[in-house]
Protein backbone atom coordinates (compact mmCIF):
# COMPACT_ATOMS: atom_id res chain seq x y z
CA UNK A 1 0.00 0.00 0.00
CA UNK A 2 2.00 3.04 -0.79
CA UNK A 3 0.79 6.17 -0.18
CA UNK A 4 0.31 8.95 -3.23
CA UNK A 5 2.61 11.54 -3.45
CA UNK A 6 2.15 14.43 -1.02
CA UNK A 7 -0.63 17.24 -1.46
CA UNK A 8 1.44 20.79 -2.68
CA UNK A 9 0.24 24.21 -1.96
CA UNK A 10 0.14 24.45 -5.99
CA UNK A 11 -2.46 21.72 -6.06
CA UNK A 12 -4.89 23.34 -3.76
CA UNK A 13 -4.49 26.87 -3.86
CA UNK A 14 -5.62 29.15 -6.96
CA UNK A 15 -2.90 31.67 -7.54
CA UNK A 16 -5.07 34.37 -6.33
CA UNK A 17 -4.95 32.19 -3.26
CA UNK A 18 -1.49 31.88 -2.95
CA UNK A 19 -0.48 35.13 -3.80
CA UNK A 20 -2.50 36.45 -0.81
CA UNK A 21 -1.35 34.08 1.76
CA UNK A 22 2.47 34.49 0.60
CA UNK A 23 1.86 38.05 1.73
CA UNK A 24 1.47 37.20 5.20
CA UNK A 25 4.99 35.37 5.02
CA UNK A 26 8.90 35.97 5.87
CA UNK A 27 11.85 34.11 4.59
CA UNK A 28 13.46 31.93 7.18
CA UNK A 29 16.22 29.71 6.65
CA UNK A 30 17.08 26.47 8.83
CA UNK A 31 21.31 24.91 8.75
CA UNK A 32 21.09 20.84 8.49
CA UNK A 33 19.92 18.86 11.54
CA UNK A 34 17.77 21.73 12.86
CA UNK A 35 14.64 20.49 15.28
CA UNK A 36 12.09 23.14 13.96
CA UNK A 37 9.21 21.38 16.16
CA UNK A 38 8.90 18.57 19.30
CA UNK A 39 5.31 16.73 19.27
CA UNK A 40 4.01 18.46 22.51
CA UNK A 41 5.12 21.76 21.45
CA UNK A 42 2.88 24.65 20.39
CA UNK A 43 1.99 25.08 17.19
CA UNK A 44 1.90 29.06 16.22
CA UNK A 45 3.87 29.32 13.36
CA UNK A 46 3.77 26.68 9.85
CA UNK A 47 6.12 26.76 6.91
CA UNK A 48 5.91 25.89 3.57
CA UNK A 49 9.60 24.43 1.89
CA UNK A 50 10.93 26.73 -0.51
CA UNK A 51 13.78 24.03 -1.17
CA UNK A 52 15.20 21.63 1.20
CA UNK A 53 14.13 18.35 3.07
CA UNK A 54 12.23 18.07 6.39
CA UNK A 55 11.85 14.95 8.11
CA UNK A 56 9.11 14.21 10.14
CA UNK A 57 9.28 11.91 13.12
CA UNK A 58 7.21 10.67 15.60
CA UNK A 59 8.40 9.56 19.19
CA UNK A 60 7.77 6.22 20.65
CA UNK A 61 8.63 5.34 23.97
CA UNK A 62 11.96 3.37 24.52
CA UNK A 63 12.48 3.44 20.73
CA UNK A 64 14.31 5.91 18.26
CA UNK A 65 12.03 7.87 16.73
CA UNK A 66 10.94 6.31 12.96
CA UNK A 67 10.59 9.03 10.21
CA UNK A 68 7.28 9.09 9.08
CA UNK A 69 7.36 11.32 5.94
CA UNK A 70 9.91 13.83 4.19
CA UNK A 71 8.60 16.94 2.76
CA UNK A 72 10.37 19.05 0.00
CA UNK A 73 9.65 22.19 -2.19
CA UNK A 74 6.15 23.81 -2.30
CA UNK A 75 5.02 21.24 0.80
CA UNK A 76 3.71 22.16 4.20
CA UNK A 77 5.43 21.88 6.99
CA UNK A 78 2.70 21.75 9.93
CA UNK A 79 -0.99 21.60 10.35
CA UNK A 80 -0.95 21.75 13.92
CA UNK A 81 -1.40 25.28 14.16
CA UNK A 82 -5.19 25.06 12.18
CA UNK A 83 -6.70 22.90 14.69
CA UNK A 84 -7.17 23.39 18.76
CA UNK A 85 -5.61 22.98 21.00
CA UNK A 86 -2.53 23.89 18.54
CA UNK A 87 -0.66 21.31 19.85
CA UNK A 88 2.47 19.74 17.35
CA UNK A 89 1.79 16.01 17.05
CA UNK A 90 4.82 14.73 15.53
CA UNK A 91 8.55 16.38 15.19
CA UNK A 92 10.21 17.63 12.15
CA UNK A 93 14.27 18.15 12.09
CA UNK A 94 15.98 19.45 8.81
CA UNK A 95 17.80 17.09 6.20
CA UNK A 96 19.62 19.22 4.44
CA UNK A 97 19.64 23.50 4.72
CA UNK A 98 16.02 24.58 4.29
CA UNK A 99 14.70 27.61 3.05
CA UNK A 100 10.63 28.31 3.44
CA UNK A 101 8.49 31.04 3.89
CA UNK A 102 6.87 30.77 7.17
CA UNK A 103 3.59 32.15 8.94
CA UNK A 104 2.15 33.15 12.18
CA UNK A 105 -0.94 30.41 12.63
CA UNK A 106 -3.10 33.09 14.66
CA UNK A 107 -2.60 35.31 11.69
CA UNK A 108 -3.62 33.22 8.95
CA UNK A 109 -6.22 31.91 10.89
CA UNK A 110 -7.41 35.84 11.12
CA UNK A 111 -7.52 36.00 7.32
CA UNK A 112 -9.06 32.63 6.37
CA UNK A 113 -12.45 33.50 8.92
CA UNK A 114 -11.51 36.80 7.10
CA UNK A 115 -11.87 35.44 3.21
CA UNK A 116 -14.13 31.87 3.34
CA UNK A 117 -13.30 31.22 -0.21
CA UNK A 118 -9.59 31.18 1.45
CA UNK A 119 -10.56 29.78 4.41
CA UNK A 120 -12.22 27.48 2.24
CA UNK A 121 -9.13 26.51 0.07
CA UNK A 122 -6.89 26.60 2.87
CA UNK A 123 -8.96 24.13 5.31
CA UNK A 124 -9.06 21.83 2.07
CA UNK A 125 -5.70 22.02 1.64
CA UNK A 126 -4.30 21.33 4.89
CA UNK A 127 -7.24 18.33 5.49
CA UNK A 128 -5.65 16.85 2.12
CA UNK A 129 -1.79 16.76 3.91
CA UNK A 130 -3.34 15.75 6.91
CA UNK A 131 -4.73 12.36 5.57
CA UNK A 132 -1.75 11.99 3.54
CA UNK A 133 0.21 12.00 6.74
CA UNK A 134 -1.63 9.86 8.90
CA UNK A 135 -1.37 7.19 5.68
CA UNK A 136 2.35 7.84 5.94
CA UNK A 137 2.73 7.30 9.42
CA UNK A 138 0.46 4.04 9.67
CA UNK A 139 2.47 2.63 6.58
CA UNK A 140 5.91 3.85 8.30
CA UNK A 141 4.67 2.32 11.55
CA UNK A 142 3.34 -1.08 10.31
CA UNK A 143 6.75 -1.05 8.76
CA UNK A 144 8.75 -0.61 11.88
CA UNK A 145 6.73 -2.73 14.61
CA UNK A 146 4.16 -5.27 12.83
CA UNK A 147 5.63 -8.62 12.29
CA UNK A 148 5.12 -8.52 8.79
CA UNK A 149 5.06 -5.07 8.07
CA UNK A 150 2.70 -3.03 6.19
CA UNK A 151 2.61 -4.86 3.09
CA UNK A 152 3.69 -1.96 1.13
CA UNK A 153 6.32 -2.28 -1.65
CA UNK A 154 9.37 0.40 -1.39
Request: glycine share 8%; charged share 20%; with cysteine.
Amino acid sequence: MTAPPAPRLSQFLEPEHRERLTRFAREVSFPQGTRVFEAGGRADHFWIVRSGTVALDMRVSGRPAPVIDTLGPDQLLGWSWLFPPFVWQLGAETVCPVHAHEFDASTVRLLCRSDPALGTAVGHWVGRVLAHRLHAARTRLLDVYAPYGSGAVH
